[in-house]
């Protein structure tokens, strides 16, 4: 049959001059086709939705310092903003091994690297976590630079189908990986009120964590909007403002997200892993995004530091410019912090 003669789809319509819902982002949601829309939505200071703006990356590359013939890894490879910035600086002679554990975002992404001219002779894509990178060490003979950015891909969160945001309604799911391990959802159910209070302290530092895990515990919660109203009932005798009640949820969110995911036993995994995956001399910036994440870092890298396994390392994290937190807020609570191994 012609596809001549199929109906046309048509497009997604939306009441109002705005489209508020993912789906009906259709411009985009096709950067292709409205390259000028996404110009006027990163000009009102937001992110196109599907897409992610990475941060510092002035600041990563400058750290960072890649030169041509050396060998890169961006271990969270997400969008691949900055592996497309470090690419070009790799060459000639350099490659670059990007890895992501999200098997819906990551052939997207090695899709559109590799219509930039990015073949498999420079850039290599893998779906996998920290723990192959010995593996990877093995294949690529080491690595001079190395990036982790531990922040949620901005594709990630705006898509209410992966549940990882308060603000749409969507599946309570959160998992990086939604093919493996149970769901935010299913974790509730599991929790009695005093762990999933210790939960909400341990990852998130939420002030309220005893008030939200009363009025969460024993519900049922299935969706993000479930629990989104959860958390203002909980919070609706603490007399706190809007912004204040956004925080919580945003905390709490966060708090399982982290459990989901596991991603305090991941990032010191692969901090552990980390100075035998770097040649002599070798530089590593971990861009990171709350105080848990931070403090592994920190502590990982001063300890390297006196334990000689690092020859220098960050003083003090190194912070999103003015500048950049107006146009991308997203980065206010970035931090970034480097290491390096002594020369030979």
């Given at each position: ?198 939960l909400l302290v341990e990852n998130s530092d939420e002030p309220h964590a005893a008030a939200i895990a009363r009025h969460v515990h024993g519900q049922e919660i299935r969706t993000t909007r479930d ?118």
């Amino acid at each position: 049959m012609d596809d001549a003669n199929e109906p046309r789809q048509r497009r997604v319509r939306y009441k109002g001059t705005h489209p508020r819902r993912f789906a009906e982002k259709y411009k985009e949601l096709s950067p292709e086709q409205h390259a000028g829309e996404l110009e006027k939505v990163m000009a009102r200071g937001h992110t196109p939705a599907g897409t992610h703006r990475s941060i510092m990356v002035v600041e990563i590359l400058a750290v960072l310092d890649p030169k041509p013939g050396e060998v890169a890894l961006d271990a969270t490879l997400g969008y691949g903003g900055h592996t497309r910035e470090l690419l070009p600086r790799l060459l000639p002679g350099g490659r670059l091994f990007g890895v992501d554990v999200d098997p819906l975002e990551l052939p997207r992404t090695e899709a559109r690297l590799r219509d930039l001219g990015f073949g498999e002779a420079v850039f290599t894509a893998r779906r996998m976590n920290f723990a192959g990178l010995p593996r990877l060490r093995a294949e690529s003979g080491g690595f001079d630079v190395v990036l982790a950015d531990l922040g949620v891909s901005s594709m990630q969160i705006d898509n209410p189908a992966r549940g990882f945001t308060w603000k749409v309604e969507g599946p309570l799911d959160l998992r990086l990986n939604p093919q493996r391990g149970r769901s935010a959802a299913d974790l509730l159910a599991t929790l009695d009120e005093q762990a999933l209070a210790d939960l909400l302290v341990e990852n998130s530092d939420e002030p309220h964590a005893a008030a939200i895990a009363r009025h969460v515990h024993g519900q049922e919660i299935r969706t993000t909007r479930d629990l989104a109203e959860r958390i203002r009932s909980a919070l609706r005798t603490e007399r706190l403002d809007d912004d204040d009640v956004k925080r919580a949820m945003q905390r709490t969110f966060q708090a399982l997200r982290i459990a989901v995911n596991d991603e305090f036993t991941v990032l010191d995994q692969f901090l552990s892993l980390l100075p035998g995956c770097l040649n002599p001399g070798g530089r590593v910036a971990i861009l990171t995004f709350h105080s848990g994440e931070d403090r592994r870092v920190k502590k990982a890298f001063q300890q390297g530091l006196r334990d000689g396994v690092y020859a220098e390392v960050a003083p003090e994290p190194i912070r999103a410019s003015p500048e950049e937190r107006r146009s991308n807020p997203r980065s206010t609570s970035a931090k970034l912090r480097w290491a390096r191994l002594p020369m030979p």
